[in-house]
């Protein structure tokens, strides 16, 4: 019986020093990519408010997932960034990747992320929350974020839900720097009030 090969989904990185670098999307449960144009779109908004200068940002990427995020800020140059993934099969592939580019400043841990917020110690610039959708975990994660945030620092959200700041007490003490919505995808540039 000649079985065909099922090719994996990729995204690409969209730019910086591996621009149009294929990852690997795995099939893990609740893992589903930032889309492109979403990237996009976030991207140019950091690029502006940064002045395209990321050699000094420290980055924290919570439920890595594909690594798209994480690996999109350390190709413009990002410092460090620290990736966290509780699936195994997606934590192989980040660390291939992490491999293949030879990303240094990158570092991968593989645990819970709502766990490792109760323990991690650091200061960054920018923190990546972008968890499964329909587990309901922003409301539990964000508001764990903040003390982790150096002074001036962000944090990008994605939602399937709009992100009401009005409407949401997990949300008190957030102020939308920037928001969007592409398809069923909401997303915010937030910042501590």
């Given at each position: 019986?000649?079985?065909?090969?099922?090719?994996?989904?990729?995204?690409?990185?969209?730019?910086?020093?591996?621009?149009?670098?294929?990852?690997?999307?795995?099939?893990?449960?609740?893992?589903?990519?930032?889309?492109?144009?979403?990237?996009?779109?976030?991207?140019?908004?950091?690029?502006?408010?940064?002045?395209?200068?990321?050699?000094?940002?420290?980055?924290?990427?919570?439920?890595?997932?594909?690594?798209?995020?994480?690996?999109?800020?350390?190709?413009?140059?990002?410092?460090?960034?620290?990736?966290?993934?509780?699936?195994?099969?997606?934590?192989k592939a980040l660390l291939?990747?992490?491999?293949?580019?030879?990303?240094?400043?990158?570092?991968?841990?593989?645990?819970?992320?709502?766990?490792?917020?109760?323990?991690?110690?650091?200061?960054?610039?920018?923190?990546?929350?972008d968890p499964p959708y329909?587990?309901?975990?922003?409301?539990?994660?964000?508001?764990?974020?903040?003390?982790?945030?150096?002074?001036?620092?962000?944090?990008?959200?994605?939602?399937?839900?709009?992100?009401?700041?009005?409407?949401?007490?997990?949300?008190?003490?957030?102020?939308?720097?920037?928001?969007?919505?592409?398809?069923?995808?909401?997303?915010?540039?937030?910042?501590?009030?």
């Open positions: 019986m000649n079985r065909r090969s099922v090719p994996s989904r990729q995204v690409r990185i969209i730019g910086g020093q591996w621009k149009r670098t294929p990852l690997t999307v795995v099939d893990a449960e609740g893992l589903r990519p930032t889309p492109d144009r979403v990237r996009e779109t976030l991207f140019n908004w950091l690029d502006h408010i940064f002045g395209r200068e990321w050699q000094s940002r420290r980055c924290l990427d919570l439920f890595a997932g594909s690594g798209a995020l994480g690996f999109e800020a350390a190709s413009r140059g990002a410092a460090r960034v620290l990736m966290v993934e509780a699936s195994p099969v997606a934590c291939a990747i992490c491999s293949k580019l030879a990303a240094t400043q990158v570092d991968i841990r593989r645990a819970d992320a709502l766990s490792l917020l109760q323990t991690l110690d650091g200061s960054f610039d920018l923190i990546f929350l329909g587990q309901d975990l922003l409301p539990t994660a964000l508001p764990a974020c903040q003390h982790l945030l150096a002074p001036g620092g962000l944090v990008y959200a994605e939602s399937d839900r709009p992100l009401t700041m009005e409407s949401e007490p997990w949300l008190a003490g957030w102020q939308a720097v920037r928001e969007g919505k592409a398809g069923a995808v909401h997303f915010a540039l937030l910042a501590a009030v």
